[in-house]
């Protein structure tokens, strides 16, 4: 049972990246899902969220137009389409499962690094 996270890695400023998180034998839909990035030596930042149904978004101010959540529940998995990156987004991504819908996580992935350099 675990949310499994892919798709990080190296590109340079403007690039795009897809990291995904999969969910492994845990429920997955009807769970608001939540990306949160971790940059080095900085605390967790939460990024963005999505309804269980696939419905409402929400994106911190500084990614909006640059980020895009998707989900497939039929694949139980979480997708962050990053676009126009900039170096001040270097850091490892999280995906977590919100438990009540109000910020409680219960299960988190163990991250997937994004670096942004040239």
């Known amino acids: 049972v675990q949310l499994v996270e892919s798709g990080g890695g190296l590109v340079q400023p403007g690039g795009s990246l897809r990291p995904s998180c999969a969910a492994l034998g845990l429920p997955f839909g009807g769970y608001k899902m939540s990306w949160v990035r971790q940059a080095p030596g900085k605390g967790l930042e939460w990024v963005s969220d999505m309804a269980g149904d696939g419905g409402r978004t929400n994106y911190v101010d500084f990614v909006k137009g640059r980020f895009t959540i998707s989900r497939d529940n039929a694949k139980s998995t979480l997708y962050l389409q990053i676009n126009s990156l900039k170096p001040e987004d270097t850091a490892l991504y999280y995906c977590?499962?919100?438990?009540?819908?109000?910020?409680?996580?219960?299960?988190w992935g163990q991250g997937t690094q994004v670096t942004v350099s040239s």
């Open positions: 977590a499962r919100d438990l009540t819908g109000w910020g409680e996580y219960d299960y």
